[in-house]
């Protein structure tokens, strides 16, 4: 049976889950459109919904010491969120922060619930400050005043008297800084001699400071740091406090600060392994591990309770719609609190992905997921399907087997899916993630071609109707794909792509311009960013083209989904335009996503 894409994108996301101080269970979910806070006394139990608003939001986190909550809250998904407070007794919303014009960053609350911090672009468009704001003050206090840059607040210090910065050079490329809150002193935290990357930081009991850091290694890994040894040039060393897995990366880290109960995640090969335990007496170790009972799937993160005893763990996978587990730290007991259902569609038609193997030009293997639909052989003899490449964005993000329903819908109507983590993919160690940096950015579309030439040996596979299809950086490298390989696609797909890197780095949000140069380049190199800019081979493409962007988009701006359109039509290839004037990057409101998909499956019909 086939469904119709709005029952697939009905289904609920439940996600960013936070404890209370009474026990509940706070988290952000879709009902109703677009992402609302709910809340949940116990696991099954009806939710209670707490806001009510058109608008998304973006992020909830609960008050250490009050029952209250802060949330974040954009316009027309432009991403410059506003800070709200909510009283959970009474159920007033307090808005904190009011300049539209500046990005506010959650920096969390301080210990004792009295105040919290944030980075926010107030004084210019490039420029991150930090500031410190009581709960309910009507003002923020300037605590430190940026040089310049992406800064964000990582982490309080458990006294409340000082706070980690974490200044964004570039995705590989991060910065500690430790900040005295009364002094407004930063001092450095981090090696200044090696570029690595710090995120997930968190305070022990002894007052060390921990993070999920590659420095000095391969792949990442839980790391201390020794604050006291902060100066001009930062630490010259990080104790290694657990290892990944076999090669693997840990991804993500919690550490309680008063109990010293931790919680951390290991990506392998895209599926999540989750550990919960405690930091031991010296703090060198995680130990006395236990596993939570959660299907094989995707953990897009851990949050710890009031003293750490229960974590809440984000969860999804290929056949599970993103829900919330709780789980006991110590006893490792897991209870499923959040099932958003299935809006009617039978569990058993979410199908899951094959994880394969391709080689490419240089030798090198490329990881990616495959899935035939259902009824369908891979030898061919219940015939062939389509093919939809499915790329991922970032770039330096990683495709992994959570759950898209607009990958089931498609699989429903008879496409198969191939999603390749291309060479500047995170996940597989720190050199696979710089073979596409710069000049080496057209190596990445090559992967494309080589994913194209596993596909003609897959005997199910229609290669005669290809998709190439992707959000973002997945964008750009659709609009590549079918300018460097035009003979190889039936159609194509664009979901904000950049198509000038030139324009996209000149137009693109202030405070994004220098952490994307160093990955694509600098506006000083324009032979660089020509060569590597599908707008400048327009030309060579011969398939309708399909193209989706939100006008409100401070990352890629609009003018890159109308620049290549206009070029492409010119040349009478059929192009179809989908753009909202009140989304942004992501597509937000169901309603449109509704809209967006039901044009493309008809997009698709007509040309593939």
Same mark, same amino acid.
């Given at each position: ?7 697939? @994108? ?88 009011? =300049? ?14 009295? =105040? ?39 982490? %309080? ?179 499923? %609190? ?59 993000? =990683? ?13 429903? =109507? ?74 190889? %696609? ?54 309708? @083209? ?63």
């Amino acid at each position: 049976m086939s469904y119709p894409i709005a029952r697939y @994108l009905g289904i609920d996301s439940t996600d960013t889950p936070t404890f209370t101080v009474n026990d509940t269970l706070a988290y952000l979910a879709d009902t109703t459109g677009t992402p609302q806070v709910y809340r949940l006394d116990e696991p099954d139990s009806y939710p209670e919904r707490l806001t009510a608003h058109d608008e998304r939001v973006s992020f909830v986190d609960a008050s250490p010491t009050r029952a209250e909550l802060m949330f974040g809250m954009d316009e027309g998904s432009n991403e410059r969120d506003q800070l709200y407070r909510y009283d959970l007794a009474t159920g007033e919303e307090h808005q904190l922060t009011d =300049q539209p014009e500046a990005k506010h960053l959650w920096g969390g609350w301080g210990p004792d619930g009295e =105040q919290f911090a944030f980075a926010a672009n107030r004084r210019q468009g490039d420029t991150f400050d930090v500031y410190v704001q009581g709960r309910d003050a009507e003002s923020a206090d300037l605590v430190w005043e940026g040089p310049g840059g992406f800064v964000g607040v990582a982490a %309080w210090h458990p006294d409340g008297d000082a706070l980690v910065l974490q200044e964004s050079n570039s995705s590989a490329d991060q910065v500690l800084y430790w900040l005295d809150i009364d002094g407004g002193d930063a001092e450095r935290l981090t090696d200044a001699d090696e570029a690595a990357r710090y995120h997930h930081v968190a305070f022990g009991p002894d007052g060390d400071l921990y993070a999920v850091t590659d420095y000095g290694a391969e792949t990442a890994y839980v790391g201390r740091i020794d604050p006291a040894e902060r100066g001009d040039r930062g630490v010259e060393s990080v104790e290694t406090v657990e290892p990944g897995h076999d090669d693997w990366n840990v991804d993500s880290l919690q550490i309680d600060a008063d109990s010293g109960r931790a919680a951390y995640t290991v990506n392998v090969d895209g599926y999540s392994e989750t550990y919960l335990g405690a930091l031991s007496d010296d703090g060198s170790e995680i130990v006395d591990t236990t596993q939570p009972d959660v299907p094989e799937g995707v953990v897009a993160g851990v949050e710890l309770g009031p003293d750490g005893e229960r974590a809440a763990i984000e969860f999804s996978a290929d056949d599970h719609p993103h829900s919330v587990y709780v789980a006991g730290t110590e006893s490792g007991d897991t209870e499923r %609190w959040t099932a958003p259902g299935t809006l009617g569609i039978p569990e058993d038609r979410f199908l899951r992905s094959e994880t394969i193997r391709y080689e490419t030009f240089d030798g090198r293997e490329i990881p990616a997921y495959w899935t035939l639909p259902e009824g369908v052989s891979e030898d061919g003899s219940d015939g062939q399907v389509p093919v939809m490449v499915d790329i991922h964005g970032g770039p330096e993000h =990683q495709r992994r087997p959570w759950f898209y329903p607009t990958k089931q819908y498609f699989l429903n =109507q008879g496409y198969a899916v191939l999603e390749p983590n291309v060479r500047g993919s995170s996940g597989y160690g720190k050199t696979y993630t710089h073979l596409d940096d710069q000049e080496k950015r057209l190596d990445s579309v090559k992967d494309i071609e080589y994913a194209v030439n596993w596909l003609e040996r897959q005997p199910a596979a229609d290669t005669d109707r290809l998709i190439a299809y992707g959000r973002s950086y997945g964008g750009f490298m659709v609009l590549s794909a079918i300018t460097q390989y035009p003979n190889l %696609w039936a159609a194509a797909v664009d979901f904000v792509g950049i198509a000038d890197f030139q324009t996209f780095l000149e137009n693109t949000g202030e405070w994004r311009r220098e952490h994307r140069a160093a990955e694509y380049g600098s506006l000083d190199d324009p032979e660089l960013l020509e060569r590597i800019s599908p707008i400048h081979d327009v030309d060579e493409i011969q398939c309708p @083209l399909f193209i989706q962007h939100g006008a409100n988009d401070p990352r890629v701006p609009v003018s890159e989904a109308e620049q290549i359109a206009e070029a492409v039509e010119a040349r009478g290839i059929p192009v179809e335009t989908c753009i909202f004037e009140d989304e942004g990057h992501h597509t937000t409101d169901r309603e449109n996503l509704i809209e967006e998909f039901e044009r493309i499956s008809a997009f698709l019909e007509e040309h593939v």
